[in-house]
């Protein structure tokens, strides 16, 4: 058997991974060609998606580490290997909950690059002490040195619930970087990476010149892992998986694809895979949800609470104008933006002008749809956990009963609260439950030629048709799923021994006075 790629878990440093012998997808013929277009660059990413790894392939190149690039693209392409004071500064370092700590940060790093190149200390203030290190330099080796910065707006996404300590770090921050316009001349190379979009005005100035590369083509599989690049270079570690899952090696592709793939970053980007989630995959010969067992980031905590969102709309994806995502988050009106930039939602679809945005894989519906799960119903995690097991047998034994009395019950203990007595609201509980039930086939407002259906769930034997009505009746709703023929187009489907599915049909009755489901009526579809 061909001997498996040491992939580098965790490592996010090219020299260690180099050095190490682990496994390097080659983007260097990306660095270089970066390298030698522009001089300005900023590039937005979601979390785990290989920024620190770009940034330190950047730093080595720059310090001039042929022996690190032997057998890369980037070996044949550069001759010359010309060797720059680098500046690098990763902002990922802290949580910044107070100004002070940005403070500290800021100080050590010029501290650290005083140090280094024997520059005075003029200032207190890290926009002129950033100037005259940038000025020293140049001076004293001459040569213009290069400026990396990741993860820039980590201290603009740990204050986002406090805009008062966001706006004053957002000027610290202004201060320190206004020197990388005015030095331009003597600078060799900037780039500048993070999560998300803050308005340019707001951070770097009137740093005009700034590439953003964000959604453009060229640079769509900078980071991340290509499905190209998948198949052809990593075919042993998908037989390994394939065989510890019992699967066919096709069967193997699939599920990874399903499970990791489906981000898209500009109209023409290829297919580009989630690399933290894909080499555990790999490593561990597992498909399990890597990305959020890492725990659930604040960002999506916050904007749960901040804003009213349906989760449906991410699931089966909605039409949007590149200005609705791409677009700075503290001027945004809804989640869209942040969503868009974390990669909880990505681009799926591009024509004529307009996008559609979805959840790119089943690893991050499920993700986010668990993180959903506290804020729509109770907030105890192992409660939820629970109840979902439960109602997940009771669907796949078909006994209805069970599972209706379960979330009769699950229902009841949600806290309460007016605002959410809808019948949206408990739409959306019922449909967070059977999506997160992941061996199930979940539809919701699936069109017919009489109507729209509220929900379907489809299991291995079954087909449940469910209609919902607030304080009105449950032999009403059962009756509107029979009189426009929901059910008709699932007539013909059939389970793994070739027989007919069940299908139920099943009217639910919301009662506002109780705050769970008042009544309910179902029958077998003759």
Not at 232 to 255: F, H, R
Request: proline letters at 4%.
């Amino acid at each position: 058997m061909q001997e498996l790629k040491r992939f580098p878990i965790g490592v996010q440093d090219f020299e260690r991974l180099r050095n190490d012998g682990k496994y390097y997808v080659d983007k260097t013929d990306l660095v270089y060609k970066m390298t030698h277009t522009d001089d300005y660059y900023f590039l937005s990413r979601p979390r785990r998606f290989g920024k620190s790894l770009l940034v330190s392939t950047l730093k080595c190149y720059f310090e001039g580490r042929k022996d690190l690039f032997t057998g890369l693209a980037m070996e044949k392409l550069e001759t010359e290997w010309k060797k720059y004071p680098v500046l690098h500064i990763s902002f990922a370092i802290n949580k910044y909950v107070d100004f002070k700590t940005l403070q500290i940060v800021l100080n050590s790093q010029l501290c650290e690059w005083e140090k280094n190149y024997g520059v005075t200390k003029n200032s207190d203030d890290p926009g002129d002490r950033f100037a005259t290190i940038i000025k020293e330099i140049h001076a004293k080796t001459g040569t213009q040195p290069a400026v990396l910065v990741d993860e820039y707006d980590a201290p603009l996404l740990d204050s986002m619930d406090n805009p008062e300590l966001q706006n004053t770090l957002k000027q610290e921050m202004r201060k320190f970087f206004s020197p990388l316009k005015d030095l331009g001349g003597i600078i060799r190379f900037v780039f500048l990476t993070g999560i998300s979009k803050f308005s340019q005005l707001s951070i770097f100035s009137e740093l005009n010149n700034l590439k953003v590369i964000t959604m453009n083509d060229d640079y769509a599989a900078i980071c991340g892992i290509t499905e190209e690049e998948l198949f052809t270079q990593m075919k042993p570690e998908i037989q390994a998986l394939a065989e510890k899952q019992k699967l066919t090696y096709e069967e193997a592709c699939e599920a990874l694809k399903e499970q990791y793939d489906g981000y898209h970053f500009s109209e023409n980007s290829p297919d580009v895979y989630n690399p933290f989630s894909l080499i555990n995959a790999l490593a561990d010969k597992s498909l399990s949800n890597y990305w959020f067992a890492t725990g659930t980031p604040t960002i999506l905590t916050k904007l749960i609470s901040k804003y009213d969102m349906d989760p449906k709309d991410f699931d089966e994806g909605f039409p949007a104008t590149q200005e609705m995502f791409d677009a700075p988050t503290e001027t945004a009106t809804d989640a869209i933006p942040m969503l868009y930039q974390s990669g909880y939602i990505t681009i799926k679809d591009y024509k004529n002008g307009k996008y559609t945005l979805q959840f790119p894989n089943n690893e991050v519906r499920f993700g986010f749809l668990k993180s959903l799960m506290p804020y729509y119903a109770t907030p105890l995690v192992s409660k939820n956990d629970t109840f979902l097991l439960k109602f997940t047998d009771s669907l796949e034994n078909e006994d209805l009963e069970q599972a209706l009395n379960l979330t009769r019950a699950f229902i009841s203990s949600v806290p309460y609260n007016a605002e959410k007595q809808t019948e949206a609201h408990y739409k959306t509980i019922f449909y967070l439950v059977a999506r997160l039930c992941t061996p199930f086939v979940v539809r919701t407002e699936e069109a017919s030629a009489a109507g729209r259906s509220d929900m379907v769930v489809e299991t291995k034997t079954a087909v449940y048709m469910f209609e919902f009505k607030l304080d009105g009746s449950a032999e009403e709703a059962l009756k509107q799923i029979t009189d426009k023929g929901y059910l008709i187009q699932y007539t013909a489907r059939t389970k793994d021994d070739g027989t007919a599915k069940t299908l139920y049909k099943i009217g639910i009755s919301f009662d506002t006075q109780t705050r769970t489901i008042g009544e309910w009526k179902w029958s077998k579809d003759s």
